[in-house]
């Protein structure tokens, strides 16, 4: 027996593979397209771990993905993959309905596949566990009381819609063919190894390198900030005793903007590894031309995970930057063999600072 991850090379994914196998015994099969955002030097340290199993695959082959289903008798699959990047969403969204749509139902039917083979008992025990954002309810005012499982599907960016159209996919194939399924859907992750397209880890390299801290807008956008080591153990709170066909939103509740995001980095790069000139990170943040359809605020109720299923974050957002930025410190390799030269032409045309 063994669990089937797919997108495990990638942030998330990557660090779910990890802790899994820092407390279980049972073999991880790790399927993963390696787009730019996979990176199997997040996985180094299970290079000759028997336990690991990666295959360099497409969660849309649904050929290939059943016949490592059968293979290694997967009883449950824990769908990471996906593309996630609003802003690369916005420039290309074809890619986008592509992986997360078309490649969400081809999974689905290579799994539905494969279930309905099992024998009952096997059937009754599976589990097929499906991540997603918080990003599929849209915006919240200012004053808005925040997500709850209930709250109207609104996505307002290609990456959101491709995200809430997988969700929907997955909710359908639950109430028309029984498939045991469960989602999450998280807020904002931060930790270690973030592709730095993001705004943690892009802040912290773009600190380092003596480069300017892109702001979008005003700055004033609010996201809710969950740690990843906090959310990879909600998963698998999730999959362990989360109830057949239901939802779970998973937040850190840390709603902080932007701007104080930015800022507290700088505060803690000062401390752990101040400038040359004795002078504040924060001179380097800029505000940039703000992207188009930015939501302004979002914010996760986690209260049913936690109800339900003992679920809380171990993390405040101060601490687990702490771990972040320390990490980020201690593995300049990693972070070398991202930053490519393809990386740096895209940020140099995402980030265009106002004239």
Known sequence: MAVLITGGAGFIGG????DWLASHDEPVVNVDKLTYAGNLQTLASLQSDPRHIFVQADIGDGERIGTLLRQYQVRAVINFAAESHVDRSISGPGEFIQTNVVGTFRLLEAVRAYWSSLAEAEQAAFRFLHVSTDEVYGSLGACDA????????????PYSASKAASDHLVRAWHHTYGLPVLTTNCSNNYGPYHFPEK????????????????????????????????????????????????????????????????????????????RADGRSYREQIRFVKDRPGHDRRYAIDARKLERELGWKPQETF?????????????????????????????MQTQYQQDE
């Open 318 to 346: 101060e601490s687990g930057l702490k771990k972040t930025v320390k990490w980020y410190l201690h593995n300049t390799a990693w972070i070398e063999g991202v930053t490519s030269g393809s990386y740096r032409q895209w």
């Open 15 to 18: 660090n779910f593979v990890l």
């Open 146 to 157: 925040a997500f709850t499982e209930q709250h109207r599907y609104e996505p307002n960016s």
């Open 199 to 274: 705004l943690i880890p892009l802040v912290l390299l773009n600190a380092l390198a003596g480069k300017p801290l892109p702001i979008y807008g005003d700055g004033q956008q609010v996201r809710d900030w969950l740690y990843v080591k906090d959310h990879c153990s909600a998963i698998r709170r999730v999959l362990e005793a989360g109830r057949l066909g239901e939802t779970y939103n998973v937040g850190g509740w840390n709603e902080k903007t932007n701007l104080e995001v930015v800022q507290t980095l700088c505060d803690l790069l000062d401390e752990a590894q101040p």
